[in-house]
């Protein structure tokens, strides 16, 4: 299993940008995938959330300004972040499991190596 994300870098609070995270070596269609954070300090924090059949679920501190999704065709999971807060600086993983769908990190069995996201204000 290898999960592989992008997308990261440095913008200015209200930009935006789009984290991706390529999938391969299970069936990806059948699993859950998750967006978690965490900053320097702080605990892990499970951020978005979506089901194998498309449900979502986010975390308050980014309901209404990311946006989670999937393209089973291509493997490839996504979450759209805008407008960009400099408290939303971190590391981002994504995250997959068959089961867990929910923010706690521990119960999802697949992790990629992350991506750093550096908002500045």
């Known amino acids: 299993v290898r999960l592989e994300e992008s997308g990261g870098g440095a913008v200015q609070g209200g930009g935006s940008l789009r984290l991706s995270c390529a999938a391969s070596?299970?069936?990806?269609?059948?699993?859950?995938m998750g967006w978690f954070r965490q900053a320097p300090g702080k605990a892990r924090e499970g951020i978005a959330f979506?089901?194998?059949?498309?449900?979502?679920n986010y975390a308050d501190s980014v309901k209404g300004r990311f946006t989670i999704s999937r393209d089973n065709a291509k493997n490839t999971l996504y979450l759209q972040m805008n407008p960009l807060k400099p408290e939303d600086t971190a590391m981002y993983y994504c995250?997959?499991?068959?089961?867990?769908?929910?923010?706690?990190?521990?119960?999802?069995?697949?992790w990629g190596q992350g991506t750093q996201v550096t908002v500045s204000s």
């Open positions: 995250a997959a499991d068959r089961y867990a769908c929910g923010p706690i990190w521990y119960q999802f069995d697949y």
């Open positions: 979506i089901t194998a059949d498309g449900s979502t």
């Open positions: 070596g299970y069936t990806y269609s059948s699993y859950c």
